[in-house]
């Protein structure tokens, strides 16, 4: 038994120990640096930029050899990703016929982009909408973890 009156951990609030201590009745203080937010100036750009490493994790899955389309759609626009063996062939500016279209608001997107939250719980969220046959794309390509794992670009002010 430890007698410990405060503690300080640099965690978002919806990580998942953070959630825990306030469910238990923490008193939970909260710092962001801004380095943990994201604005999405151009979606198309921003998924062109991530596409090596959306690649390693298509790679290191059970989705090594995939093919097909995943849209996505927020407030600053939409792209479709076009996959072939795998790999993220291409990123196109506009959702395109017949690919299964992940519809979120951007205060979702942030999250799932930087892993502050698994993919599972965003997606159970009532202003988010996928066919889930292409649930456990996206939970690969977007995998809760650290919010800056490597290779991906860090931009600060």
């Not at 009745?25 to 999405?40: D, E, L, Q």
């Not at 991530?50 to 690649?55: A, D, G, M």
Request: hydrophobic share 45%; net charge negative; glycine share 8%.
């Amino acid at each position: 038994y430890w007698d410990v009156t405060e503690f300080e951990l640099g965690l978002s609030p919806d990580h998942p120990l953070s959630r825990a201590a306030w469910h238990a009745g923490a008193h939970v203080r909260t710092h962001f640096s801004p380095a943990r937010f994201a604005r999405v100036l151009h979606l198309p750009a921003l998924f062109e930029a991530l596409r090596e490493e959306l690649n390693h994790r298509l790679a290191r899955s059970e989705l090594h050899g995939h093919t097909g389309t995943l849209a996505l759609r927020c407030e600053e626009g939409a792209i479709t990703l076009a996959l072939r063996g795998g790999m993220v062939q291409g990123v196109i500016p506009r959702t395109t016929a017949g690919a299964p279209v992940l519809e979120l608001p951007l205060a979702r997107l942030n999250p799932l982009i930087t892993g502050l939250r698994p993919a599972a719980e965003i997606l159970a969220e009532p202003d988010v909408s996928l066919p889930r046959s292409a649930q456990r794309l996206v939970e690969v390509l977007f995998p809760a973890g650290y919010p800056h794992p490597p290779g991906w670009p860090i931009f600060q002010d």
